[in-house]
């Protein structure tokens, strides 16, 4: 590995450290974006049994507020159960835009990481040229030199191919995700909305 990394100059050092960063990013990702985490299946239900028992208690509204971000929106439209059906949904839309803003985080970073690995690497082929033409001298060429040139121009784009295509891949299924995660979470709040305004059963 550490041959490669010689072989490849200096110019492999910022797609190493943007491999490492989509890394850690897809792997927290993968893990945040859990349906059983942002919106377990079945949640509303579960507080509208509570709900239909106990009525909109603080202690109700602490434990669904805990439950991840679906628990949040639920429990700002049942602290709001007892206002008219438009302050109820824009009190659950105002939290719902914090949420959505949290489920996205971090997938501009990988976005940007996908979009620039290919500069890096075409950063790192342009320098293996230079090198190659430097290599170049009135009594010849220098093999050394040249072969050197053409590994940093190899390694550094075959390199940023290599981090550009998992990252692109991974930021359009994580948009796709939260895109999916939202829906179902407007879905389970308009259902807590209609039961509270006795549009539902």
Same mark, same amino acid.
């Given at each position: 590995m550490?041959?490669?990394?010689?072989a490849?100059?200096?110019?492999?050092w910022?797609l190493?450290i943007?491999?490492v960063?989509a890394l850690?990013?897809?792997?927290?990702?993968?893990w945040?974006l859990?349906q059983s985490?942002v919106a377990p299946r079945?949640m509303?239900?579960h507080v509208?049994?509570?709900?239909k028992?106990t009525?909109a208690?603080q202690?109700l509204l602490?434990?669904?507020?805990e439950?991840?971000?679906?628990?949040?929106?639920?429990?700002?439209?049942?602290?709001?159960? =007892?206002?008219? =059906?438009?302050?109820?949904k824009?009190?659950?839309?105002e939290?719902?835009r914090?949420?959505t803003?949290e489920?996205?985080r971090?997938?501009?970073?990988?976005?940007?990481i996908?979009a620039?690995?290919?500069?890096l690497?075409?950063?790192?082929?342009?320098i293996?040229?230079?090198e190659?033409?430097?290599?170049?001298?009135?009594?010849g060429?220098n093999?050394?030199?040249?072969a050197?040139?053409?590994?940093?121009?190899?390694?550094n784009t075959?390199?940023?191919?290599?981090?550009a295509?998992p990252?692109?891949i991974?930021?359009r299924?994580?948009r796709?995700k939260?895109d999916?995660?939202v829906?179902e979470m407007e879905?389970?709040a308009?259902?807590l909305?209609?039961?509270a305004?006795g549009?539902?059963?």
């Amino acid at each position: 590995m550490w041959s490669i990394i010689e072989a490849a100059g200096w110019p492999i050092w910022p797609l190493i450290i943007a491999s490492v960063t989509a890394l850690a990013l897809i792997l927290e990702r993968l893990w945040s974006l859990r349906q059983s985490v942002v919106a377990p299946r079945g949640m509303v239900d579960h507080v509208l049994v509570e709900f239909k028992h106990t009525g909109a208690t603080q202690d109700l509204l602490a434990r669904t507020a805990e439950q991840g971000p679906l628990g949040r929106i639920l429990a700002a439209g049942l602290a709001n159960v =007892r206002s008219p =059906r438009p302050v109820m949904k824009e009190a659950i839309e105002e939290v719902g835009r914090l949420v959505t803003h949290e489920l996205e985080r971090f997938l501009t970073t990988l976005g940007t990481i996908a979009a620039m690995a290919p500069l890096l690497g075409l950063f790192g082929t342009v320098i293996g040229m230079i090198e190659i033409f430097g290599s170049q001298s009135a009594s010849g060429s220098n093999p050394i030199e040249l072969a050197h040139g053409i590994s940093i121009a190899l390694y550094n784009t075959a390199m940023g191919l290599i981090v550009a295509i998992p990252s692109m891949i991974f930021y359009r299924h994580f948009r796709a995700k939260v895109d999916a995660l939202v829906i179902e979470m407007e879905q389970q709040a308009i259902k807590l909305v209609d039961f509270a305004h006795g549009e539902r059963k």
